[in-house]
């Protein structure tokens, strides 16, 4: 293990990128050293995103020191880069919050800080934003720099490609970098490569190259066409040379690189020759995510966010009992698998998630039946449509929030054509410290009124392998499952799986005085909230709804036939979602003497925390929804006992 660095002191004086200007190169480089040890001491003990950020400390204290920030923009993709941005910029001494409840957000957020010029939770989306603002700074007629600094995962996402294409033809000096820590430099071209980088990033060889194109424009020696015509010969001659070719030049976008990102000297005075350039350019760099710290160089996935760690010797802290419930996400993985073995039809999908959506265990057991399409979730959905029209049964896996990214995917390409797709939302509800960018919110509401979808959502680990089951083999439709990050309730989780009735709940207790409607896991908390108020003397119905579409009508006919209270509980927005379901049918069926309550998100975006932190927040932990059923019983409980039954 590399001892680590104790001596801050260059750090310390750093409140802002303008305390940067005045250091001489040595200075520069001993701060790189500084923010790797402060960097690797922080997240040892608050875990975070890890290897991005080792990844691109030269790159951040190269920007800062040749921009002018926040009034030049730098825009991150994604914001797992920008913890040496975060620490550079004033917030220091506040990194210690980092991802906690009321503390620092783990991506960059406009409203945290004017430095973050936009907010990077999802991928993909840096070039777009970056080419709004140049051109809005032209139009404007300010002198202001904007730079995207995109990673090379967010370069698979489609929303990159429409950008690039389209900023060749508007007038921007944008400069994007795409901050490569995956594909290899060819040393076989080295030579070349360096010449041409030095050579094409030289202010005098760009005023030439300015002033002759200006010429020949004055004289009407050369048209734009003609312009285009002499950048892609340009470029066909770098590629001779160099028997290099890549994409970005095909955008008659000017390319330099790929040039090594941890070389801080050299990447300042090339940021400084293509500062001022007119039009827009790509600067291609090779990082290594996990630089600096051993165990996250040699495992960069492992290494993304590995929790608690020991910064000496790179052990990480694993909380986990072997006798705890399983994750969820590991219960779909293997269940998963066990169709797979049962049914050659069974393939598994997933946008570059597969370590968190555990699609791991697909691909180790049926390694051509898996398939990891990148950060693409528009695609992964009308790949899996296309793998369901030819007879597979595609599981397609996507984080609640991401899936957003691929709304109309799911409704022109799957819900049409009512193609037998199973789209199981991993991180469904509020799901802890990366945020409002990731909370699985809005998939109850969004996904309701499209047609021809069946949605559910499994009280456990059990009702999670029996709607696997129902969506392939008692469902020919699209189907969407989704389920909590986190662990189950269940540490005896497997189980025969059986194929249940669409559309049909279950009802887990009787009662009188309150009906209780739930659905997905969040029943679990329903049920313990019930105990402790049922010790005080009501009777409370609870039902078990599984099915958003079709809803149960049975049961909420029973419901409005028996019951004035209402109690709705759902772990996502209530505009739109469960409880404005059971409503509309209230409505829709004259049932208007109901007195129904909606336990849910409300409307707004909910922060970032521990999930036991948000639950709390938002009433939807046990304490909060005792005190929802009080509120509609008309009676008081106070909060001392309330704790005292919850943690007997």
Same mark, same amino acid.
């Not at 990844?55 to 920030?69: C, D, K, M, R, S």
């Not at 707004?604 to 932990?621: P, R, Y």
């Given at each position: 293990?590399?001892?680590?660095?104790?001596?801050?002191?260059?750090?310390?004086?750093?409140?802002?990128?303008?305390?940067?200007?005045?250091?001489?190169?040595?200075?520069?480089?001993?701060?790189?050293?500084?923010?790797?040890?402060?960097?690797?001491?922080?997240?040892?003990?608050?875990?975070?995103?890890?290897?991005?950020?080792?990844?691109?400390?030269?790159?951040?204290?190269?920007?800062?020191?040749?921009?002018?920030?926040? &009034?030049?923009?730098?825009?991150?993709?994604?914001?797992?880069?920008?913890?040496?941005?975060?620490?550079?910029?004033?917030?220091?001494?506040?990194?210690?919050?980092?991802?906690?409840?009321?503390?620092?957000?783990?991506?960059?957020?406009?409203?945290?800080?004017?430095?973050?010029?936009?907010?990077?939770?999802?991928?993909?989306?840096?070039?777009?934003?970056?080419?709004?603002?140049?051109?809005?700074?032209?139009?404007?007629?300010?002198?202001?720099?904007?730079?995207?600094?995109?990673?090379?995962?967010?370069?698979?996402?489609?929303?990159?490609?429409?950008?690039?294409?389209?900023?060749?033809?508007?007038?921007?000096?944008?400069?994007?970098?795409?901050?490569?820590?995956?594909?290899?430099?060819?040393?076989?071209?080295?030579?070349?490569?360096?010449?041409?980088?030095?050579?094409?990033?030289?202010?005098?060889?760009?005023?030439?190259?300015?002033?002759?194109?200006?010429?020949?424009?004055?004289?009407?020696?050369?048209?734009?066409?003609?312009?285009?015509?002499?950048?892609?010969?340009?470029?066909?001659?770098?590629?001779?040379?160099?028997?290099?070719?890549?994409?970005?030049?095909?955008?008659?976008?000017?390319?330099?690189?790929?040039?090594?990102?941890?070389?801080?000297?050299?990447?300042?005075?090339?940021?400084?020759?293509?500062?001022?350039?007119?039009?827009?350019?790509?600067?291609?760099?090779?990082?290594?995510?996990?630089?600096?710290?051993?165990?996250?160089?040699?495992?960069?996935?492992?290494?993304?966010?590995?929790?608690?760690?020991?910064?000496?010797?790179?052990?990480?802290?694993?909380?986990?009992?072997?006798?705890?419930?399983?994750?969820?996400?590991?219960?779909?993985?293997?269940?998963?698998?066990?169709?797979?073995?049962?049914?050659?039809?069974?393939?598994?999908?997933?946008?570059?998630?597969?370590?968190?959506?555990?699609?791991?265990?697909?691909?180790?057991?049926?390694?051509?039946?898996?398939?990891?399409?990148?950060?693409?979730?528009?695609?992964?959905?009308?790949?899996?449509?296309?793998?369901?029209?030819?007879?597979?049964?595609?599981?397609?896996?996507?984080?609640?929030?991401?899936?957003?990214?691929?709304?109309?995917?799911?409704?022109?390409?799957?819900?049409?054509?009512?193609?037998?797709?199973?789209?199981?939302?991993?991180?469904?509800?509020?799901?802890?410290?990366?945020?409002?960018?990731?909370?699985?919110?809005?998939?109850?509401?969004?996904?309701?009124?499209?047609?021809?979808?069946?949605?559910?959502?499994?009280?456990?680990?059990?009702?999670?392998?029996?709607?696997?089951?129902?969506?392939? &083999?008692?469902?020919?439709?699209?189907?969407?499952?989704?389920?909590?990050?986190?662990?189950?309730?269940?540490?005896?989780?497997?189980?025969?799986?059986?194929?249940?009735?669409?559309?049909?709940?279950?009802?887990?207790?009787?009662?009188?005085?309150?009906?209780?409607?739930?659905?997905?896991?969040?029943?679990?908390?329903?049920?313990?909230?019930?105990?402790?108020?049922?010790?005080?003397?009501?009777?409370?119905?609870?039902?078990?709804?599984?099915?958003?579409?079709?809803?149960?009508?049975?049961?909420?006919?029973?419901?409005?036939?028996?019951?004035?209270?209402?109690?709705?509980?759902?772990?996502?927005?209530?505009?739109?979602?469960?409880?404005?379901?059971?409503?509309?049918?209230?409505?829709?069926?004259?049932?208007?003497?109901?007195?129904?309550?909606?336990?849910?998100?409300?409307?707004?975006?909910?922060?970032?925390?521990?999930?036991?932190?948000?639950?709390?927040?938002?009433?939807?932990?046990?304490?909060?929804?005792?005190?929802?059923?009080?509120?509609?019983?008309?009676?008081?409980?106070?909060?001392?006992?309330?704790?005292?039954?919850?943690?007997?």
């Amino acid at each position: 293990m590399d001892e680590q660095n104790n001596n801050i002191s260059v750090l310390q004086t750093i409140n802002s990128p303008s305390d940067l200007k005045n250091l001489s190169i040595e200075e520069l480089e001993s701060l790189c050293t500084e923010l790797r040890s402060f960097l690797i001491d922080q997240l040892s003990k608050n875990p975070g995103h890890f290897g991005s950020s080792l990844g691109t400390v030269e790159l951040t204290v190269a920007l800062h020191y040749i921009y002018n920030t926040p &009034y030049d923009r730098i825009v991150w993709d994604v914001g797992h880069q920008a913890y040496s941005h975060k620490i550079l910029t004033g917030r220091r001494d506040l990194f210690h919050t980092n991802r906690k409840f009321g503390g620092l957000s783990g991506f960059p957020n406009p409203k945290e800080s004017e430095y973050d010029a936009f907010i990077a939770g999802h991928a993909s989306n840096s070039i777009s934003a970056a080419l709004g603002m140049a051109v809005a700074s032209s139009l404007k007629h300010e002198k202001r720099h904007v730079v995207a600094v995109i990673g090379d995962g967010s370069m698979t996402g489609g929303l990159a490609y429409e950008a690039l294409n389209n900023a060749s033809s508007q007038p921007n000096d944008i400069l994007i970098i795409l901050n490569d820590n995956d594909m290899a430099i060819d040393d076989n071209v080295g030579g070349m490569r360096d010449y041409l980088v030095k050579m094409t990033t030289s202010p005098t060889y760009n005023r030439v190259r300015n002033d002759v194109y200006q010429k020949f424009k004055k004289g009407n020696l050369i048209t734009e066409q003609g312009k285009n015509l002499i950048l892609r010969f340009n470029n066909s001659l770098k590629s001779l040379l160099t028997k290099q070719q890549n994409m970005f030049e095909g955008f008659n976008i000017r390319y330099f690189g790929p040039i090594d990102g941890h070389d801080l000297p050299n990447l300042i005075r090339i940021l400084q020759n293509i500062k001022d350039m007119k039009g827009p350019k790509i600067l291609h760099i090779h990082t290594i995510k996990g630089k600096g710290f051993k165990p996250a160089e040699v495992s960069a996935t492992v290494w993304h966010a590995p929790g608690k760690f020991d910064k000496e010797t790179g052990e990480r802290i694993v909380t986990k009992s072997k006798d705890q419930p399983q994750l969820f996400q590991d219960v779909f993985g293997h269940t998963l698998v066990e169709l797979a073995k049962k049914d050659k039809r069974v393939v598994g999908i997933t946008p570059a998630m597969p370590t968190g959506s555990s699609m791991t265990y697909m691909m180790k057991e049926f390694p051509d039946r898996a398939f990891d399409v990148g950060i693409a979730e528009a695609h992964a959905v009308t790949y899996s449509a296309g793998l369901a029209k030819e007879g597979l049964l595609p599981f397609c896996n996507i984080y609640s929030s991401f899936m957003q990214r691929a709304y109309d995917q799911v409704i022109h390409d799957v819900a049409l054509q009512k193609l037998h797709v199973i789209m199981c939302l991993d991180r469904a509800g509020l799901v802890g410290e990366d945020g409002p960018t990731h909370h699985g919110a809005f998939d109850l509401a969004y996904m309701r009124c499209v047609p021809n979808l069946t949605i559910a959502a499994p009280f456990d680990e059990h009702y999670l392998r029996h709607l696997m089951y129902t969506a392939a &083999y008692g469902n020919e439709g699209p189907f969407v499952i989704r389920y909590p990050r986190g662990q189950g309730v269940l540490k005896d989780w497997e189980c025969e799986m059986q194929k249940l009735e669409i559309g049909k709940g279950r009802k887990l207790k009787d009662g009188k005085d309150l009906a209780v409607l739930s659905i997905g896991a969040i029943g679990n908390t329903a049920r313990e909230a019930i105990h402790i108020v049922e010790d005080e003397g009501y009777s409370i119905a609870h039902y078990d709804m599984i099915f958003l579409k079709p809803l149960d009508t049975a049961i909420l006919k029973e419901v409005a036939e028996n019951f004035t209270h209402v109690l709705t509980i759902e772990n996502g927005v209530i505009n739109g979602g469960f409880g404005s379901a059971v409503l509309e049918y209230f409505a829709d069926n004259n049932y208007l003497n109901i007195n129904v309550v909606r336990a849910g998100i409300q409307d707004k975006f909910v922060t970032h925390g521990s999930v036991a932190d948000l639950k709390k927040l938002c009433e939807l932990d046990i304490q909060g929804l005792v005190k929802r059923m009080q509120s509609i019983l008309h009676k008081q409980i106070s909060p001392n006992n309330i704790e005292e039954k919850i943690y007997k």
